[in-house]
């Protein structure tokens, strides 16, 4: 059974820093890319940032570039997504994509930028 379980979402103020953790189990963990995803109360969910099987390719939306980092460890099936320099237009429910046979999601996480 595939498991997508995210963590590290608070509330933080403008120009802060989180880092956000997606550990998976349940499938091939290093034969797959993952992504990220973010979806803003109201609004549709938006792409945020993707990273390759092996973590050499990785690419970010024009909205996060240069402020957000997206690494992986094979070894702990984990993916990350490091938040510095945090907005408030950032404030919203992170998820995090396996891009295995038929797609994966995690829960969510919440991201709060509020001052």
């Known amino acids: 059974q595939v498991q997508l379980v995210e963590s590290g979402g608070g509330l933080v103020q403008p120009g802060g820093s989180l880092r956000l953790s997606c550990a998976a189990s349940?499938?091939?963990?290093?034969?797959?890319?993952m992504r990220w995803y973010r979806q803003a109360a109201g609004k549709e969910r938006e792409f945020v940032a993707s990273i390759s099987s092996e973590g050499g390719t990785r690419n970010y939306a024009d909205s996060v570039k240069g402020r957000f980092t997206i690494s992986r460890d094979n070894a702990k099936n984990t993916v990350y997504l490091q938040l510095d320099n945090l907005k408030a237009e950032d404030t919203a429910l992170y998820y995090c994509?396996?891009?295995?046979?038929?797609?994966?999601w995690g829960q969510g996480t919440q991201v709060t930028v509020s001052s």
């Open positions: 349940g499938f091939t963990f290093w034969r797959y890319a």
């Open positions: 994509y396996a891009v295995n046979p038929g797609g994966s």
